[in-house]
């Protein structure tokens, strides 16, 4: 029965659209995908719908647009800025892409694979992994995580510094307008320079610019081998420098961690994860390099004990060639966010700033964080390789901006970013104009009006 309230007239269309039994309008039905991974971000939708087409996706939104109500994109909400949830009070509907989950078949020679927005990273990882390939970027939600949510998001994750953010691993989409129109650049052509390149203008949209339904990965080749290390060193500067060092001499470096002691304690108490070396150095990179032949391969561990050897910085070492121990080598460093989120809801804040910058912005941020919230935990851990550090407070009120503002201000003080790899969503809106310009942001807003001028699509996110 549809709760009172609730747009029947809509809630109507919907389900010529998609079928009832995709409309979800009960109160406890709805209440997952009304609250973001967090706990920090929820609101209220009117209905979750799931459409199983790109018609559907099509006929869902000219229904949301004939009855005023906006539209909230969500796929496997694990986002963290709280864009993939309805915001409170407003007329929304949230759009599950959980039926998207066609799979296609690995095209070897382009080395691409068509899928549904819908469907999770490391669904898509296996179908790569099977045909010699890989997505190319990867993170700890790949179980949850939809390649349209990556896409949405411009997600990074742990391969950055080799191949790129998911920005650089999409050859073509297909996606829904606002107007229910679709724009499909799924040809696979590596070079196509006719005109706009609309597929890169809805990586990183955020679900403000269009609804993607089908994402053409550009795979990249599974390596034949792989070295995961375990670093201790003294300090954030020295880790730099380590991986500075690393990336000189290791060609194939895929990943350049870092966490804190203090972080790895959590994990080991909140989760019962050991550290992955000894005697609690202030530092842990946690690295990992590929070799593409057997050749390389053959010479792989060699190369990089040497490259270790020219690092004097580095103190307790673990090295790691099977999968088991490899894997064992990344948990901890993979579930700081899980064992944080069990300290409270936290303020997540994903920065970057320029490599060179980014001790002494550790440094100046946890001095900034002590004075503004001088009772709450701070974790920081990140991609050490890409500048990119998650500071992670939790202590201050879910509504206290306090901390999220000093933070953010550091780092744009550094030459940073407010958003790293997380996006702008709802958290990090009042802070856009820290790192883009006045100019920017005109024409920005420029294009949202032109594709989506009456605001259908994610309101609140990115502008307020
Ligand atoms: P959702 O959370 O559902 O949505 C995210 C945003 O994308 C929202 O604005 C939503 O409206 C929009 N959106 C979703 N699907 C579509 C679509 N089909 N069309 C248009 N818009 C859409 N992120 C990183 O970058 N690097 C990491 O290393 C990383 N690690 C993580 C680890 C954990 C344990 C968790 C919980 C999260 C992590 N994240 C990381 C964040 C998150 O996984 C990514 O942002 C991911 O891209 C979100 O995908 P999703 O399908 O869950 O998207
Ligand atoms: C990570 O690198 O662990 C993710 O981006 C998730 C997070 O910041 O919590
Ligand atoms: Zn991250």
């Not at 196509?192 to 990183?204: H, I, Q």
């Not at 550009?218 to 290390?229: Q, W």
């Not at 700081?336 to 303020?347: D, I, N, R």
């Not at 940073?416 to 856009?432: D, F, M, N, Q, R």
Request: aromatic share 2%.
């Amino acid at each position: 029965m549809e709760p009172a309230g609730r747009s029947t007239e809509l809630t109507k269309a919907l389900a010529d659209a998609v079928g009832a039994e995709h409309v979800l309008v009960e109160a406890d039905v709805r209440a997952g995908y009304e609250v973001d991974w967090t706990g920090r971000f929820r609101g209220d939708a009117l209905a979750v719908v799931r459409p199983g087409s790109v018609e559907e996706v099509a006929a869902v939104v000219r229904a949301c647009a004939a009855s005023g109500a906006a539209v909230v994109a969500q796929g496997g909400n694990t986002g963290l800025v709280g864009g993939g949830v309805p915001r409170p009070g407003g007329r929304q509907v949230v759009l599950s892409t959980a039926r998207l989950r066609a799979v296609g078949e690995v095209d070897v020679a382009a080395r691409q694979l068509l899928v549904g927005a819908g469907v999770t990273l490391a669904a898509a990882q296996a179908t790569a992994h099977a045909a010699g390939c890989e997505v190319g970027v990867d993170l700890a939600a790949r179980d949850s995580a939809t390649v349209g949510g990556m896409v949405a998001t411009n997600a990074g994750g742990v391969h950055v510094v080799r191949n790129g953010p998911m920005r650089a691993r999409v050859a073509g989409v297909e996606a829904v307008l606002a107007d229910g129109s679709v724009v499909r650049r799924l040809a696979g052509l590596v070079k196509d320079n006719a005109g706009y390149d609309l597929t890169g203008l809805l990586v990183g949209s955020e679900g403000t610019l269009g609804i993607v339904t089908r994402v053409l990965l550009a795979l990249v080749p599974a390596p034949v081998e792989r070295v995961t290390v375990a670093l201790g060193v003294p300090s954030l500067a020295d880790a730099v420098e380590v991986v500075g060092r690393l990336r000189r001499a290791l060609p194939g470096l895929e990943a350049a961690e870092a966490c804190f002691a203090d972080g790895l304690d959590l994990v080991e108490e909140a989760l019962r994860v050991a550290p992955p070396v000894p005697g609690r150095p202030a530092v842990t990179v946690v690295a990992e390099v590929g070799a593409w032949s057997q050749a390389a391969a053959g010479v792989l561990l060699d190369e990089v004990a040497a490259a270790l050897d020219a690092c004097p910085a580095i103190g307790a070492t673990a090295v790691a060639t099977d999968r088991p121990s490899r894997t064992r080598l990344w948990e901890a460093r993979e579930r700081h966010t899980e064992a944080v989120a069990t300290l409270g809801v936290p303020h997540k804040l994903d920065v970057a700033v320029p490599l060179g910058r980014l001790a002494a912005f550790e440094a100046e941020v946890r001095a900034r964080v002590a004075a503004v919230a001088p009772r709450s935990t701070t974790v920081l851990w990140g991609h050490v390789g890409d500048g990119n550090l998650h500071v992670n407070v939790v202590g201050p009120a879910p509504d206290d901006e306090a901390v999220d503002a000093a933070v953010l201000a550091v780092a744009a003080a550094h030459g940073g970013t407010v958003s790293a790899e997380h996006g702008i969503g709802v958290a990090k809106v009042p802070y856009l104009a820290l790192t883009r310009s006045p100019e920017e942001v005109a024409a920005m807003r420029a294009l949202k009006s032109a594709l989506d001028p009456a605001g259908l699509l994610n309101p609140g996110v990115l502008f307020p």
